[in-house]
């Protein structure tokens, strides 16, 4: 039964699965307010996941293989964790947005996802942009075993630290489809990761486009 549990929590990483639904900032709230301010959070590295055809044969015992060699790479290769460039291109969108107010950095780690925690941890700027990974893994096409995608989700909220509530939210996901392009598990890792690294900031690029499209409504 525990090997069951595993493999459940393991598919539903992958997946990145979320009932997150899409809240745009109503910025005719939000100007009158007359903010000065906003930050980003940190968070700690999510573990990442690199799933083979040859630890896909072993469930649960193959998903924990799957994320500790998963979370090789990236300390091996140094590879960053996308949340923090995203999150850092929406706070300039945001700033620009309400007459370039001042991005203020914070040192400061946290794992809570409430309004209200963020409000408190951050109280030192009016706004707070939270982008937080939701997956990133490497997927062999179960058609092509030589053949991988990777795949990145992320979460975003907006939170007003005066009010200590959520103002703006949205989730982005990017699920390639396998083309002539689609690389293989060694060209992925090859040159300290370099094609990872690619892939992951097109993913990153691409959320950024949707979160400003979709939530921040950044006009183009």
Do not use: H
């Not at 639904?21 to 109503?26: A, I, N, Q």
């Not at 930050?39 to 193959?62: C, L, Q, V």
């Not at 929406?90 to 309004?115: G, P, R």
């Amino acid at each position: 039964m525990k090997k069951i549990i595993l493999l459940a929590i393991f598919l539903s990483f992958l997946s990145g699965c979320t009932s997150t639904k899409t809240v745009p900032l109503d910025m005719n709230k939000l100007q009158p307010t007359s903010p000065s301010s906003l930050t980003t959070t940190k968070r700690e590295k999510p573990s990442f996941a690199a799933m083979t055809a040859g630890k896909a044969m072993f469930a649960a015992i193959g998903a924990l293989a799957m994320i500790s060699e998963g979370n090789k790479i990236i300390t091996r290769n140094d590879v960053d964790d996308p949340a923090d460039y995203i999150s850092g291109e929406l706070a300039k969108a945001f700033s620009n947005m309400l007459n370039d107010m001042e991005v203020k950095t914070s040192e400061l780690v946290v794992s809570s996802t409430k309004a209200s925690d963020l409000s408190r941890y951050y109280s030192e700027s009016d706004y707070v942009i939270d982008v937080q990974t939701i997956n990133w893994s490497l997927v062999y096409f179960p058609t092509d075993w030589d053949s991988y995608k990777v795949i990145y989700s992320a979460k975003l909220r907006v939170i007003d630290t005066r009010t200590r509530t959520q103002v703006a939210e949205g989730y982005c996901s990017r699920d390639p489809e396998q083309d002539a392009s689609s690389p293989s598990y060694d060209m992925l890792l090859a040159d300290n990761a370099e094609r990872l690294k690619e892939e992951l900031m097109i993913a990153a690029n691409y959320c950024i486009g949707e979160f400003k499209e979709k939530v921040l409504k950044v006009k183009t």
